[in-house]
Structures are given as structure tokens and as C-alpha cells.
């Protein structure tokens, strides 16, 4: 164990006093702000910052245009560990030494990351027992009443990769990180060592029609306790003025059939990408095996009002255990340019990103 999780994003923005309205209506705590910078801590411990753009503690140079995570800490739990990720990073890109003993580099596909101590808080909370007909653990209970989402951890952060194989791979070799699931042509899971969470980074295909052509921020995931928890958010959201307006978003709640996860997007300002409030994800260790996905069989377990491509009941049942990692090579690039998509992937639209 290493890696404990995400410690803290970085987000770059033009109008911070926006940002900061977004992120405490969506339920994050505001620990400092100033005038050129707020930070956001979550009961976990990990962090939510925001700068503005030019502000010298953003990487340089700045990874891709417009607002979203600039950069990505990693929190680790021992000084010797660090040390380890720190030299072995540095037999592949360049790393550096800040005062404070964070370890910064950029991978190679663009993406600026930091690794850091990081004492991870343990999270208090419970969620409603579930009742079904013929079993009734809260028996005679109502659920919980709640006044509004509190977001307890950062799950996971979603990045486009131009080659998203050899990112996840980037990360496995020098951060342990480990391959959990594998939807073919789309993009990987891959789990820090220290985290039972399914996925703490998902790298989305930049081939795909819905991705831009090079590394840029996607979205990023915040676990909540149910169901409850995540439409409670959902509906302040939406009163306070932060309607949805793509498909993208609007998609509504969702469940996911990798990651057995319940959904629902919420649009970051300033075209950031999204920030999804996160529930009932499944939770592993090294005895899961990885698996090999068709996109379409392993997105949606259901949804509120399912992306065009993902509709209909001629959906294949296709997953495939891949201990192995025999589904890597037709995507694997021994060159830099694109892999053409193919089927149904060549058919994504900006209105199917919901579900990706
Ligand atoms: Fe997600």
C-alpha cells in the first residue's frame, strides 16, 4: 500500500467567485479564500483548490486550454514510499523536489501530477439499510433524513489520454496502481493501491469523437452516502440556478453496470467538465479480477433517460475476465496518431458522453 488516494486537485478558472458558489452549493466545505485562491476540504481530508489562470502555483505550461483540474496530487502514506514513487518516476521524466517534499512531474501523456504525505482521514457516516420484499433490514426505521448533499471523499478523477493504455500503464509501473476494468476502445480503470474505491482514475480514449485530441480534464467523482444523498444534490443543484443543459448531464441518475456505481453529473461552470456526486460504487482489493468490456454492455446498468446510443434491448452481453490483459493490444500504440474507432464507437456523439 502506497497510494492512498487522491489529496487534492488543482483547478485553474477564469471567475473564481463563480467557482467558489458552484462548489459550496454543491456541497463541499470552504476551508480558506482569499482573493486569488479557495480551498475546499472534505471529511476525508482531500482537498478541492482553486487558482486563477497566470497564478504561478498552476503548472507550467498550463496542460490544456480553459478551466478544469491543472493538476492532480496523489497522497501517500509513508515518507519511504514517496521516495520510491519519486525515484522511479525520475528513471522516465523529469521530477522535482519542492520545499514542502512534494514530488511533482508530468506524465507523459501531458497530465501534470504531485505526490505528497498524506494523512487520510477515516470517514464517519451510514447510509440507509435497503429493503426488499423478502427482507427488511430497516424494519420499522424510515431512511435518514438529510438537509443537504455533504460530499465525504474525491473517488476518482476522469482525464482524455491520446493514448490511454500507456497512461494506465504509466501509473501501474511507478505508482502500483492496479488495472481494474477495461472498457475496450473507451478507456481504463485504474486503482491506487492504498484505496478499496473501484477506480481513482479513468483514462477516456482521445480517439473517440466525443474527446478532444489531446490530455484534458473530464470530470471528477465525490462519494456520497445513497441514493438519497446523491438526488438530494442533485435537486438543491437545480434550484439554486445550476441546470444541466447537455444531454451530457442531463442524462439524469444513472447506474452504471462497471463500477456498479449510481451517478448523477452536475456541469462545473466555465465549461470545466462535470462534477458527479458518486454512490454504491463497488468496493475491491487485489482478489478482483480485471474485466474486458463491450462499452455499450458495461456503461449502464440503467438510466433515467439512457443516451441514444445506449437505448434499445439488442445490447450484447460482452464481458470478458482479462487477467491477462489480452483486450490492451488492439489499442496499444507503438506509434503517436489515432486508432480509428470502430462500430458502435465510431457512432458516439457529445449527446452518449453521459455514460462514458
Ligand atoms: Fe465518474
Redesign the pocket.
Known amino acids: 500500500m502506497a497510494v492512498l488516494g487522491v489529496e487534492s486537485v488543482v483547478f485553474g478558472v477564469s471567475d473564481l467567485a463563480e467557482q467558489v458558489r458552484f462548489w459550496v452549493d454543491f456541497g463541499l466545505v470552504l476551508s480558506a479564500h482569499g482573493d486569488d485562491e479557495a480551498e475546499f476540504r472534505l471529511p476525508s481530508g482531500s482537498r478541492l483548490i482553486l487558482y486563477r489562470h497566470g497564478d504561478t502555483r498552476l503548472p507550467l505550461p498550463d496542460p490544456f486550454a480553459g478551466d478544469g483540474v491543472k493538476e492532480t496530487v496523489w497522497g501517500v502514506d509513508t515518507a519511504a514510499n514517496l521516495e520510491a514513487i519519486a525515484k522511479s518516476l525520475a528513471t522516465e521524466v523529469a521530477v522535482t523536489n519542492a520545499p514542502d517534499g512534494t514530488v511533482r512531474c508530468v506524465c507523459p501523456d501531458g497530465q501534470p501530477i504531485a505526490l505528497r504525505l498524506w494523512d487520510k482521514r477515516a470517514v464517519v457516516c451510514e447510509a440507509s439499510p435497503v429493503n426488499t420484499p423478502g427482507n427488511h433490514p430497516r424494519f420499522n426505521q424510515h431512511r435518514i433524513w438529510r438537509a443537504r448533499a455533504l460530499p465525504k471523499t474525491i473517488n476518482?478523477v476522469?482525464f482524455f489520454s491520446p493514448d490511454y493504455i500507456a497512461s494506465y500503464e504509466f501509473y501501474e509501473r511507478h505508482m502500483g496502481f492496479r488495472y481494474v476494468d477495461h472498457s475496450r476502445g473507451t478507456g481504463v480503470f485504474g486503482r491506487a493501491d492504498g484505496t478499496n474505491e473501484h477506480h481513482s482514475i479513468?483514462w477516456v480514449n482521445c480517439d473517440l469523437p466525443i474527446a478532444p485530441d489531446h490530455f484534458k480534464f473530464m470530470?471528477i467523482?465525490f462519494g456520497c452516502d445513497d441514493i438519497d444523498e446523491v438526488m438530494l444534490g442533485a435537486n438543491i443543484m437545480e434550484a439554486k440556478g445550476w441546470k444541466n443543459t447537455t444531454m451530457n448531464t442531463s442524462g439524469g441518475i444513472s447506474r452504471h453496470r462497471i463500477s456498479s456505481?449510481i451517478?448523477y453529473y452536475c456541469e462545473i461552470p466555465g465549461d470545466a467538465g462535470e462534477a458527479?456526486y458518486?454512490a454504491d460504487s463497488d468496493y475491491i482489493d487485489d482478489n478482483w479480477v480485471p474485466r474486458a468490456w463491450d462499452f455499450r454492455f458495461g456503461s449502464l446498468l440503467w438510466s433515467n433517460n439512457a443516451p441514444p446510443i445506449f437505448r434499445g434491448d439488442n445490447i450484447p452481453w460482452d464481458m470478458q475476465f482479462d487477467a491477462t490483459r489480452a483486450s490492451f493490444a488492439p489499442f496499444r500504440k507503438t506509434t503517436p496518431g489515432k486508432i480509428a474507432p470502430e462500430g458502435k464507437l465510431a457512432q458516439l456523439t457529445a449527446e452518449d458522453e453521459h455514460a462514458i
Open positions: 476518482h476522469v479513468f470530470h467523482a456505481a451517478y458527479e458518486h
